[in-house]
């Protein structure tokens, strides 16, 4: 055999590889259609009493679509779910708010940490979110988001401790020891057992979450460019056989544009995060350095302290504050009256940005001004307007008194007379004419700003 037979060979062998690998590509793209095909039609739901976190997303799918109350939160939790729908009342606006799990997802991750009453779990799990306004005219707003939710959930509470844990009664509203609730509770004289009361979620908020499928997308889009760039220099290269080309080409997208894909997809998502909706006023280095300077700030006051349950709680305040109709009244605000454009706002998602301005103390007290990054969603005029705020929220607490476990800020016991009553809507106790203030048991705000 000559050298041209020889050639001829090798190029008969060069192009049966060729169309073998084309077959297995148009097998595995077949293959790969149906997938995409069957994870398309595919809608995860959420599963009743598979755990507290299931539950409770179905039961706020529940109150935005027919107005039942959830069961498995807290009297805080619940009444800020009533001050935004007294806001959209006011308003005239329907809100229509669905979440599922979403897809491809590793399912409900956890971090637990224990303290000398009960276990404390911030629970959180990402999730698919349907946002939807409507008032008379029709639809005004409607996206969907990828979000996290997060579920503060506390539960084994320590029955050695019972008596000194506060909870309201889940019948009549008082707030009595969980010791008295269990044999039976002075008001309403309705028994429960403990774990009638606990699981309980204590706090719940989103954060927006749309990085994976933005880097998705972009490195998918750099390897088609650079899969093009690569084949059409190896398809019209006369010397070289087009199996060659196809396979030099599919060996360079596969290095080169996974590999500048991750980078460029990385570079972008990292600076849009830091320049878009208000993030920019937002420091990197203080926004990873807030833990530390919290953490430290309270160690010496609070063994059990726990930073995320201090942001859960940060973050319930201002969004009571913003969406209260009358803030003044609220016993837990000291500040002045509020931007107008806060009376707008029916929807606020927290952005998980949270840095220290300022920590010092005034005697017993503890001063913080703090920084947080809000998605809020504001009505004016019949127009939903979105955009990021940065919100400056200034607070004390006396820290001469340990935070009452069980502690509720729309029911307290009055130190002066022992009734209870809700602090959320009166600062002075109806019984007994005292002023309760609540920087001995939480959190005050002085201030709210927006910047």
């Keep these: 055999m000559g050298t041209n037979g020889f050639i001829s060979y090798i190029a008969f062998i060069f192009l049966g590889i060729g169309i073998v690998l084309i077959i297995i590509a148009v097998i595995l793209l077949i293959r790969y259609i ?9 809608k995860p739901a959420w599963e009743k009493h598979k755990s507290i976190y299931d539950d409770f997303a179905i039961e706020l799918n529940h109150w935005y679509d027919s107005g039942l109350p959830p069961k498995s939160c807290d009297g805080d939790t619940s009444y800020a779910l009533r001050l935004q729908r007294e806001r959209l009342g006011r308003k005239g606006i329907r809100m229509i708010h669905y979440t599922a799990p979403a897809k491809e997802t590793p399912g409900t ?9 009960y276990t404390v779990d911030l629970m959180n ?54 010791s008295a609730l269990t044999q039976g509770c002075p008001y309403c004289n309705t028994v429960f057992q403990v ?22 997308n972009i490195i998918w889009y750099t390897i088609l460019v650079v899969f093009l760039l690569s084949v059409i220099p190896c398809l019209s290269d006369p010397d070289t056989p087009i199996p060659a080309g196809l396979f030099m080409s599919y060996f360079i997208t596969l290095i080169g544009g996974g590999f500048w894909g991750l980078i460029l997809s990385s570079v972008l998502v ?6 878009r909706d208000g993030r920019k006023r937002i420091p990197f ?32 305040l201002v969004r009571m504050t913003v969406l209260a109709d009358q803030p003044e009244n609220l016993a837990f605000y000291r500040g002045a009256s509020l931007n107008p454009y806060f009376r707008d706002i029916i929807e606020m998602t927290y952005m998980h940005a949270l ?81 309760y203030h609540m920087e001995n048991a939480g959190f005050v705000i002085e201030k709210l700003e927006l910047i």
Aim: proline share 5%.
């Design 270 to 275: 990292m600076t849009k995060q830091f320049n």
């Design 355 to 435: 840095t220290v301005n300022d920590i010092h103390m005034e005697g017993s007290e503890l001063c913080l001004n703090l920084r947080t990054w809000w998605i809020n969603y504001s009505e004016h005029d019949g127009a939903i307007n979105r955009r990021g705020d940065c919100i400056d929220v200034s607070l004390r607490r006396n820290t001469a008194y340990m935070e009452p476990p069980g502690f509720s800020i729309t029911s307290v016991h009055c130190p002066a007379c022992g009734a209870s009553f809700d602090s959320v809507r009166q600062r002075i106790c109806p019984y007994c004419g005292n002023e």
């Design 34 to 42: 149906k997938q995409v095909t069957a994870f398309k039609k595919y």
């Design 125 to 178: 799990e990402h999730i698919t979110r349907r946002l939807r306004f409507e008032n008379s005219s029709g639809i005004i707003y409607d996206r969907d988001s990828d979000d996290t939710m997060y579920e503060s959930v506390v539960h084994t509470p320590n029955e050695a401790e019972l008596h000194h844990m506060t909870m309201t009664c889940p019948n009549c509203g008082a707030v009595n020891p969980v």
């Design 195 to 216: 774990k009638d009361l606990f699981p309980r979620i204590t706090n719940t908020y989103f954060i927006r979450d749309n990085n994976k499928m933005k880097r998705g």
């Design 285 to 316: 280095w203080s926004y990873v350095t807030t833990k530390g300077k919290i953490n430290r700030a309270f160690a010496p006051y609070d063994p059990y302290f726990s930073f995320e349950k201090f942001e859960g709680q940060i973050i319930a």
């Design 109 to 117: 991750t956890y971090f637990s940490r224990n303290t000398a009453w």
